[in-house]
């Protein structure tokens, strides 16, 4: 019986352990981490496309904003599978991509606001500068 006491109240203890040291991005305090301060003016976007379908370059259009009111930022051809952008925060962006099937077009669109994620570190607010945001224009 006493035995059994004792391992209760040991796995009691390290479940109790286990629990309350868990701790989520927010509650971190590591002296050591590289801590960036200042919030980022520009992040990249990240920009994902499938290979074309009929092997002729996509068409590929970015806004400022959403599709229908936005401002044409960029628009070219390409080949690649990736293109980045490095971008002002806290705007919305939206890209196209065409792609050419047969007789037929495939538009795929993509949109989403551009945020610097933050995080606390010893009580001190922390940015992350390696934060992307990716745009998904694959074909499905």
Known sequence: ???????????????TLSTS????????????QVCYTEKP????IKVELSNSPSSEP???KMYKGYLEDG????TYSTT??????????GKRYTVTAKYKKGNDY???????????????????????WDEELVLDLKLK
Request: aromatic letters at 12%; hydrophobic letters at 35%.
């Open 80 to 89: 690649e599978s990736t293109i980045y952008y490095l971008m002002p925060v």
């Open 58 to 60: 996509i068409e590929v």
């Open 41 to 44: 003016d520009e992040l990249y």
């Open 21 to 32: 040291c868990k701790k989520t991005k927010d509650d971190i305090c590591d002296i050591n």
């Open 106 to 128: 495939i538009l795929v669109v993509d949109s989403e606001k551009l945020t610097s994620e933050s995080y606390k570190n010893c009580d001190e607010t922390c940015y992350d």
């Open 71 to 74: 401002e044409l930022y960029n």
């Open 1 to 15: 019986m006493k035995k059994f006491l004792k391992y209760s109240v040991l796995t009691l203890f390290l479940i």
